[in-house]
């Protein structure tokens, strides 16, 4: 168990509808990323948060949000599902939101949500 | 353009044999290194990460890794394979310029026989 939690693990729905997935991240980790997985794509980055706040956007859809809450839980919002959302989406949660004066930020994944869209 | 290339898609290697996966990357700064385990119906486990001073670095499960500025190269290495080192292995790197956010290659897809 890394200590990143995810809610689904796994989830079916159709196209043109809506689903948040959950993650709560490792005691002490301030900074949360949200990962999608797909076949053609690989891993990518969509999102991050830290301590409430957007940090940084990556590939991420319009018809996707996140945010942040105060217990430092995120949610991954995806709206007007099409089949080519379906991924597995992956959660990681860090101390910092940059490596600073230590060096890299040290990621840990969650085991990640997996989105089927029919 | 910066990337992070992963040559070979799938390795096949006997239990007990040794295992080598490659890493390339493309970046204007040396960056932070990782390598990344998903076995099946999991999430990614870290194995190993390079920042800065001894080149070779050792991580878990028996893995090492070597960076290697002039070639541009971060190699996973484990001398003698056990079955449950079946997995998917991810190469990823971390840039200061970018906040160290994470890149991914594709991914080299491992798997062991008998």
């Known amino acids: 168990d890394s200590g990143v939690t995810q809610t689904p693990k796994h989830l079916i729905t159709a196209t043109g509808q809506r689903v948040t997935l959950r993650c709560s991240p490792r005691s002490g980790d301030l900074s949360v990323y949200w990962y999608q997985q797909s076949l053609d794509q690989g891993l990518q980055f969509l999102i991050q948060y830290y301590n409430g706040e957007e940090r940084a956007k990556g590939n991420i859809l319009e018809r996707f949000s996140a945010q942040q809450f105060p217990d430092l839980h995120s949610e991954l919002n995806l709206s007007s599902l099409e089949l080519g959302d379906s991924a597995l989406y992956f959660c990681?949660?860090?101390?910092?939101?940059?490596?600073?004066?230590?060096?890299?930020?040290?990621?840990?994944f969650g085991a990640g949500s997996r989105l089927t869209v029919l | 353009a910066q990337s992070v290339t992963q040559p070979d898609i799938h390795i096949t290697v006997s239990e007990g044999a040794s295992l080598e996966l490659r890493c390339n990357y493309s970046?204007?700064?040396?960056?932070?290194l990782f390598w990344y385990v998903q076995s099946p119906g999991q999430g990614l486990q870290l194995l190993l990460k390079?920042?800065?001073?001894?080149?070779l670095v050792q991580g878990i499960k028996g893995f090492e890794a070597e960076f290697k500025r002039s070639q541009s190269s971060f190699n996973l290495r484990k001398p003698s394979v056990h079955w449950s080192d079946a997995a998917e292995y991810f190469c990823?790197?971390?840039?200061?310029?970018?906040?160290?956010?994470?890149?991914f290659g594709a991914g080299t897809t491992v798997t062991v026989r008998a």
């Open positions: 390079y920042f800065s001073g001894d080149t």
């Open positions: 970046y204007g700064a040396t960056p932070y």
């Open positions: 990823a790197v971390g840039l200061r310029s970018n906040d160290y956010k994470l890149s």
């Open positions: 990681a949660s860090s101390v910092s939101w940059s490596g600073g004066a230590s060096g890299a930020n040290v990621l840990t």
